[in-house]
């Protein structure tokens, strides 16, 4: 198992490094404490799990947008505060698995195990709350309907605008004219009902199947 440890605090990343770098079957590819360090480790390096230190306040947009652009990475929250709503708002971001901030190494470990297996073990409490918000979230026939009216290349327009990038930037990393991109922009607002862009950022963060990341795109 590849895996990257981000966290702000180098001395915590460092240690957990040192921790799991003992253990047969777990290879520490690099420690990094930005999101834009992560990603450029991605993009070169084959990895299977990336370990995000939460226990400091972090950006789960950034964390949304790397589980979309990167769909088979395992992400895993460390240091959670294992409230109920704080755990749906990590799962909601692309968190599979967690570890809260009071367990040992040997819970980490557990995890690890877990959800390399693709299991994820939760409290009685956290899970009814889980399945709560998966109800309140679930996909509306409409919205299917609606996605599947999207084009390709208009998905891959409304993942960028999840993302909060302008036309502009959606234009290089489409490799398209800027005209180009605003037209599919209209198209996409149009054939959502969306009166704008914050609107779609909106849909893409509750509906992220909206929006699927492609394999073609170079990752």
Excluded at 63 to 79: F, H, K, M, N, T
Excluded at 123 to 145: K, N
Aim: aromatic letters at 2%.
């Amino acid at each position: 198992m590849n895996l990257v440890i981000l966290s702000p605090v180098r001395l915590l990343g460092d240690c957990l490094a040192a921790c799991l770098s003992h253990h047969d079957g777990i290879a520490v590819i690099a420690v990094v404490d930005r999101f834009s360090a992560l990603r450029d480790m991605l993009v070169r390096t084959p990895v299977d799990m990336a370990l995000i230190d939460v226990s400091h306040d972090i950006a789960l947009e950034e964390v949304r947008a790397i589980a979309l652009d990167w769909p088979d990475l395992a992400l895993v929250a460390v240091g959670l505060d294992e409230q109920r709503h704080e755990v749906t708002r990590c799962c909601r971001a692309g968190f599979v698995g967690y570890v809260p901030r009071e367990r040992e190494i040997n819970e980490l470990l557990r995890v690890l195990q877990d959800v390399a297996v693709g299991r994820m073990a939760c409290s009685a409490e956290v899970s009814a709350e889980l399945m709560r918000a998966l109800f309140q979230r679930s996909e509306p026939i409409e919205s299917r309907a609606a996605n599947e009216a999207l084009t390709r290349r208009e998905e891959e327009v409304l993942r960028l605008l999840g993302r909060a990038l302008s036309n502009k930037e959606i234009a290089k990393e489409l490799n398209l004219s800027v005209a180009t991109v605003k037209q599919h922009v209209h198209h996409v607002l149009a054939k959502l009902h969306l009166s704008g862009r914050a609107q779609a950022m909106r849909r893409v963060r509750d509906e992220p199947w909206m929006a699927p990341a492609r394999v073609t795109e170079g990752r």
